[in-house]
């Protein structure tokens, strides 16, 4: 599967933002969805993943309650809803695809993901 992120750019502290990741490939209910981000000089780091069907999902403390993960399996896309950012929401954002996991898998781990898009940047000014 290929992964085209966009979405990303420079929003003030407080506002929102609406990722989106476009898949292209195998039939895409067949993947988990995930998004990750990478601050500089950090390593990259779990925010959010969806199951295939939608029916679950899993966020990172960090973010809880102000982003949110959803995905239209008829539109080949998952969408990360960024909400009350923050400048420590500063980071490239990507997203992942793995593949023929349980129906209600949401993993959290990089190296459970099989495939990577190239990264949008987001970046927060206080």
């Known amino acids: 599967v290929q992964l085209q992120a966009s979405g990303g750019g420079s929003v003030q502290a407080g506002g929102s933002l609406r990722l989106s990741c476009a898949a292209s490939g195998r039939t895409f209910s067949t993947y988990e969805m995930g998004w990750f981000r990478q601050a500089p000089g950090k390593e990259r780091e779990f925010v959010a993943s969806?199951?295939?069907?939608?029916?679950?999902?899993y966020y990172a403390d960090s973010v809880k309650g102000r982003f949110t993960i959803s995905r239209d399996n008829a539109k080949n896309t998952v969408y990360l809803q960024m909400t009350s950012v923050e400048p420590e929401d500063t980071a490239v954002y990507y997203c992942a695809a793995a593949y023929l996991r349980a129906y209600y898998s949401v993993s959290r781990k990089v190296t459970e993901y099989d495939y990577w898009g190239q990264g949008t940047l987001v970046t927060v000014s206080s």
């Open positions: 969806i199951s295939r069907t939608g029916g679950a999902t």
